[in-house]
């Protein structure tokens, strides 16, 4: 009787096993990676709707086969246990290539990252791709994670990003983030990346840890260091962070830098780029009309060149100054994003306050190591104030977390 009873305990277990053996795809992207981590290669992007098997399961990542027999790993976030169908064709074939996108798009999402007017210079692709090689390692993360956690914080949980009263971002579907992304930064990469892999590994790293608490744990970040002097950083959709190596020698210790490029990623968190895009959406399409007839007629003569940059210099200043407070309520919101990522991490989220106030200072020295030509003289002072604000109302300066001081300086050493 024993061995019956056990026998149908088994069937029991089996037969649940089996029927949650299977799980689905519930985004539009679902990256499938080579490892429990948003940092390991990507091995295929599939639409929502996909069938999965599941086989185990490593922290927030589910370790599943596809239909066609591809093994890897698929966040939490990207699984449903029910089915949905959606016709997704071949939306996404060609995402990650892509690099033709509109002039005036490119510039309107810059302007909404950086506020600069850039004129952009055709892309290179390929370049890019050499700086966005994933080689962080399980080990290499935890052990990092590890030396963050040595000074305990009392501000993680305290305050998270549900907390922040914001809107939902509103912006045009149509503009594919990573299509965007990639052809903007295809683009900015010729500007001179400092080739430094160590560097490139503890940025990337620090950003990993900043996300790594958080609902974003699956969100995709590279930030890439560009040979620079000017203090400055940048954000561009789709996951791409720039950030000069002015910036990093102006830190005084790794929370200060974890700031400058929490920052940046509160720009693509809140998807400030695309936001603006479609705010310019009328500008889009009328360089995409004219890009079309450049085409057919072989390319603009040097005085329709000449004419056609004086109008957009035209455009640029009259359109900036009807943007300036919307452009200026990015940089706050990005701000507050960034202290409290710094916070969740186990960063100290004061190191905001202490870098913005420091180049603040420094702006009042020398106008040429801040560019801050989109806003009014006094918005850089308005924003340490507000930020100050933020950390003191929302955080406690009693063991506020790690700064990590010793790790910066010898990374610091080594450039």
């Known amino acids: 009787m024993r061995l019956i009873i056990t026998f149908l305990i088994f069937i029991g277990l089996s037969c649940t096993n089996f029927a949650q053996e299977y799980i689905f795809t519930n985004r539009d992207n679902n990256y499938l990676r080579a490892g429990a981590g948003a940092y390991f290669d990507l091995i295929e992007v599939l639409p929502g709707g996909v069938k999965l098997k599941k086989n185990g399961e490593e922290n927030n990542w589910l370790k599943v086969t596809t239909e066609k027999g591809k093994l890897g790993y698929i966040s939490k976030n990207s699984i449903s246990t029910k089915q ?166 102006n830190c005084s210790d790794e929370s200060e830098l974890a700031a400058i490029i929490g920052h940046e990623m509160g720009h693509i968190i809140r998807k400030h780029g695309l936001q603006e895009m479609t705010k310019r959406t009328g500008h889009i399409k009328m360089d995409e009309a004219f890009a079309e007839l450049d085409d057919e007629t072989g390319g603009w003569d040097e005085e329709t060149s000449k004419v056609e940059s004086e109008m957009d210099d035209i455009i640029t200043a009259s359109y900036e100054h009807v943007v300036h407070d919307r452009l200026l309520s990015y940089e706050i919101e990005a701000d507050q994003v960034s202290a409290i990522l710094l916070a969740e991490a186990g960063y100290d989220p004061f190191g905001l306050a202490r870098i913005q106030n420091r180049l603040a200072a420094q702006h009042q020295k020398t106008k040429d190591i801040f560019d801050n030509n989109y806003l009014a003289p006094n918005d850089l002072k308005e924003r340490c104030k507000l930020t100050s604000e933020f950390v003191e109302d929302n955080f406690t300066k009693k063991n506020p977390g790690s700064k990590c001081v010793d790790r910066f300086i010898r990374m610091k050493s080594k450039f």
């Open 84 to 249: 949905t169908k959606k016709d997704y064709s071949s939306k996404f074939a060609n995402m990650w290539t892509k690099s033709k996108v509109s002039q005036t798009g490119l510039a309107g999402a810059i302007k909404g990252l950086t506020g600069k007017s850039n004129k952009t210079t055709a892309g290179d692709p390929e370049k890019l791709m050499k700086y966005l090689a994933n080689d962080i390692t399980t080990s290499e993360m935890r052990s990092f994670l590890s030396e963050i956690k040595k000074e305990k914080s009392k501000n993680i949980g305290e305050f998270d990003l549900s907390d922040l009263d914001e809107d939902i971002p509103e912006y045009d579907p149509s503009y594919e983030e990573q299509q965007v992304g990639f052809g903007i930064a295809s683009r900015l990469v010729n500007d001179g990346v400092y080739d430094n892999k160590s560097l490139t590994k503890y940025v990337n790293l620090i950003a990993r840890s900043l996300v790594n608490n958080s609902k974003f744990y699956d969100w995709e970040f590279h930030v890439i260091v560009l040979d620079s002097k000017v203090v400055d950083g940048f954000a561009v959709p789709g996951g791409y962070v720039f950030i000069t190596l002015g910036a990093i020698k």
